[in-house]
Each structure stands twice: as structure tokens, then as C-alpha cells.
């Protein structure tokens, strides 16, 4: 499956200075976030089937745009994990009307390193 035929991907800057930081020391890092996209994502937005594991944030200061948190992210780097691998993945999925949705990727994070999502880091890009 190509996720291009479904929703555009977009990373933030910050996104990419993340994954680079993560993708050191867990190297399978971007073909596990492949995985999660065509996955749970898909399933989740397209086939709008409900996924343990993947909700919205509540409580952010932002209108319109849902900003979802996966804390179900399998990752191949930490074997024995599963799902439950500690790494979490905070993005925004845009509905459009005449184009194609996008996934906004804006954080990811292993839950050890810290606690929550970048509220923010959210807020700047999204807020109105």
C-alpha cells in the first residue's frame, strides 16, 4: 500500500531534529514510523476503525485541527516491547475537502526521556 494515494505526510522541523536525535540509538525508527502510518493511521482515519492506543489530545488551547497522541508504537529496535515500546508519536490529521487529508507529524519521544507531549510546540503551529 502507498500512503501517498491516501493523506500527504508532512514533518516538522522539529519532527525531523527528533526522529535524528531517536534514530541513533533505536535505528529502525523509520520503517517502524512507516509501519505505524500505513497501519494504524490508515486504519484509524481511512477505514475509521477504532485503535487502542491512538487518541486525541484533550485540553490543548487550539480549534479545528485534531492533534492525536500514539502510545501503541511498535518499534523492531526493542525487541520483546511489542506495541509497548515507550516511543510516542504526536500528530495532526488535517481533513481536506478537495484535496488529500494530510498527517502532520509534530513530536516523537521515548517516554522515558520525558513524560508528556510538547504542548507548546503544538500550540505554536496549530493555535489560532
Request: one cysteine or more; glycine letters at 8%; charged letters at 40%.
Amino acid at each position: 500500500m502507498r500512503i501517498e494515494e491516501y493523506f500527504e505526510v508532512i514533518r516538522l522541523q522539529k519532527f525531523e531534529k527528533d526522529m535524528k536525535k531517536l534514530s541513533k540509538k533505536y535505528r529502525t525508527l523509520e520503517d517502524d514510523l512507516m509501519r505505524f502510518l500505513k497501519g494504524q493511521v490508515y486504519m484509524h482515519h481511512i477505514n475509521g476503525q477504532k485503535v487502542k492506543g491512538l487518541y486525541r489530545i484533550p485540553g490543548l488551547k487550539i480549534k479545528g485541527n485534531k492533534i492525536y497522541k500514539a502510545t501503541r508504537f511498535s518499534c523492531q529496535s526493542l525487541r520483546g516491547s511489542g506495541s509497548y515500546s515507550g516511543i510516542r508519536v504526536i500528530y495532526a490529521y488535517i481533513e481536506k475537502e478537495d484535496d488529500k487529508d494530510e498527517v502532520v507529524l509534530i513530536e516523537i519521544y521515548y517516554k522515558g526521556d520525558k513524560k508528556n507531549e510538547d504542548r507548546d510546540r503544538i500550540e505554536k503551529y496549530f493555535g489560532n
